[in-house]
């Protein structure tokens, strides 16, 4: 089995929920923290980067849950998605920020 970094979380915390959220839709995940972390300990927790990793096989499946987990986020803050490129945008943006696609009616 060879693992693959499918995303990288901001903080350890990110990560670690976004491992439950896989592995209870079955995908094996795990976070893994940079080894140079150690080096920067004065730094504050989230400046930490970590990457969440699954086998090769599933990174298509980890990518979707991901993703569909964003867009229910972005849904909950009353931000909606490009119907063009899908990027979560503001609620009170008329046309989207990435690609300047109108906002659906």
Known sequence: MSAT???TA???EEASLLVLL???NGVDAAAIQAPSAAVFADLP???LRTQVVVPEEQ???ARE???ESA???ASRAGRWPCPSCGEPNAPSFEVCWSCQAPAPS
Request: overall charge positive; aromatic content about 0%; proline content about 5%.
């Open 22 to 24: 896989l592995r209870s």
């Open 45 to 47: 927790v989230d400046a």
């Open 71 to 73: 867009r229910a986020e």
């Open 65 to 67: 849950l991901i993703a």
């Open 10 to 12: 901001s903080t350890p």
């Open 59 to 61: 990174l298509a499946r």
């Open 5 to 7: 970094t499918c995303t």
